[in-house]
């Protein structure tokens, strides 16, 4: 670089760093609009692992669910766009951070040019000389053009607004994630429950059918009325329709699973019928105060969008400043390419440049009153959004509070009801009694079965709904050796 061109670079350094205040307003979190506390929720361990802080591979002990969920993330498009978005907002980031450093360019060149020698000498050619004039000039320089003195913070708080924008969409991503995990979890359970219907129907359709065989040869040898036979065709009948509706279910929750997941869910991976197993841990830490909501992803999406309002308004305040530009350029400029980079070829160039607003018709104010009113809209929005989250963790805690004894309650209906066929059979079997009470037995023992398989699916299910309320899912954890 030319010695006479480091002042003006020493110059413009100095007053680009100057440009490092900005008019934001002070952050101020704004408080929960929430209870401190959750109703009905349990003591937790002091050592419990935070919802949020569990990954969901550690929470699904269930390996084929592990499996299921796993391709889902790798291949729900949803997901997938979430990425894409991410990914924009971080490059729109980095174009709105370039413009707090100059942008300096290198340029080289040369012009040829022939003039009339008398346009030149303003008058007639002198003997003996030429009638043209040849000139050969070279250039190289190295510049900055209209680089902004961010005096009064305007480009640090678009890249502000810029930054935290970028950081919602991140948040924007875990929350996708999580439900994606959330959904597919229940999807799964729900299939799992459908199956374990339908081998329920499955099972009375085949004891019913050797019932109504019995029957038909109790008829034949005159033993029983027509009646018993009829009324064992009704239940026959019954249990091969309730087959069909829910073999139509099971499909549909196998299509829906597919669909989550973004491709066809392999039979290896496909859940058995859902029993007492343990498909999610039971344990989940529960007993929190309800500030952990502001961890959830969505509420820190919320906020990162306020504080992103939050540095518009620094940039519309800084609009009623005036701007500073810098542009400048050093180098070297010689009719002789041999000489373009000697001492005495030196040449620079500095213009800065001011500009005052005077005059807007109230564009400046204007766009200050909607900075400031965007901001209000996002602190309510970040206010909903806690608002929301507390409400999805108290319906979980309240159905976790009572679904366990609901459970055991079906599950003892559903083992007396199997009792009280057996003994309805054994007295029929002996003559003691009607068929009439055999059959009604059965039809018992059936919904007590659905019964069942329904409460244990309420009970998975919302253990999954609160795991991913606490904000558990979202993290991009590797896969458990």
């Known amino acids: 670089m030319p010695g006479s061109f480091k002042p003006f670079a020493a110059s413009g350094l100095a007053l680009a760093l100057l440009g490092g205040c900005t008019l934001e307003p002070a952050y101020q979190r704004p408080p929960p609009p929430t209870p401190a506390a959750f109703p009905q929720a349990p003591d937790a361990a002091p050592s419990a692992t935070p919802a949020a802080a569990l990954g969901w591979r550690q929470f699904f002990v269930d ?31 980095r174009v709105q951070r370039a413009a707090l450093l100059p942008t300096v360019s290198a340029s080289a060149g040369a012009t040829y040019t022939r003039e009339p020698t008398s346009v030149i000498t303003g008058g007639a050619t002198a003997a003996g000389a030429s009638d043209h004039i040849d000139a050969h000039i070279y250039t190289a320089s190295i510049g900055v053009s209209n680089y902004e003195l961010d005096l009064f913070g305007r480009v640090r708080s678009l890249s502000h607004a810029a930054l935290e924008t970028y950081l919602a969409t991140e948040e924007a991503r875990r929350a996708a994630q999580i439900g994606i995990v959330s959904e597919t979890a229940s999807a799964y359970l729900t299939l799992a429950a459908d199956q374990a219907i339908l081998k329920a129907a499955r099972d009375t359709l085949k004891s019913s059918q050797a019932s109504l065989d019995v029957a038909q040869k109790r008829f034949d040898y005159g033993i029983t009325s027509e009646l018993d036979v009829r009324q064992a065709q009704t239940v026959v009948a019954q249990a091969r329709a309730d087959v069909a509706s829910n073999t139509t279910a099971v499909n549909q929750d196998k299509n829906a699973l597919d669909l989550l997941v973004g491709a066809s869910v392999p039979d290896a991976l496909l859940p058995a019928p859902l029993e007492d197993q343990a498909l999610v841990l039971a344990d989940l830490p529960a007993g929190l105060p309800s500030e952990v909501l502001l961890a959830r992803p969505d509420v820190l999406e919320a906020e990162h969008q306020l504080k992103s309002a939050n540095a518009q308004i620094g940039a519309a305040r800084a609009a009623f400043f005036p701007t500073i530009s810098l542009t400048g350029s050093g180098g070297g400029e010689s009719t002789s390419l041999s000489n373009l980079f000697k001492a005495a070829s030196a040449a620079w160039t500095f213009a800065p440049q001011i500009s005052a607003p005077l005059f807007a018709g109230g564009a400046n104010r204007a766009n200050l009153a909607y900075a400031k009113a965007q901001r209000s809209v996002f602190v309510a929005q970040y206010e909903k959004a806690i608002q929301t989250a507390f409400r999805d963790v108290a319906d979980a805690l309240a159905r976790q509070a009572t679904v366990g004894e609901q459970v055991a309650a079906q599950q003892a209906q559903a083992a007396a009801a199997a009792d009280s066929l057996k003994l309805s059979q054994a007295r029929y079997d002996r003559g003691a009694d009607t068929y009439l009470n055999v059959l009604t037995a059965q039809r018992t023992v059936y919904a007590a079965e659905q019964s069942l398989s329904s409460a244990r699916l309420i009970r998975a299910t919302n253990i999954v709904a609160l795991y991913a309320a606490l904000g558990g899912g979202g993290q991009l954890d590797a896969p458990t050796k």
């Open 63 to 93: 390996e084929k669910l592990r499996s299921v969920i796993g391709l889902a993330l790798a291949n729900n498009r949803d997901l997938r766009v979430a990425v894409a978005n991410i990914q924009a907002a971080r490059a729109q980031y």
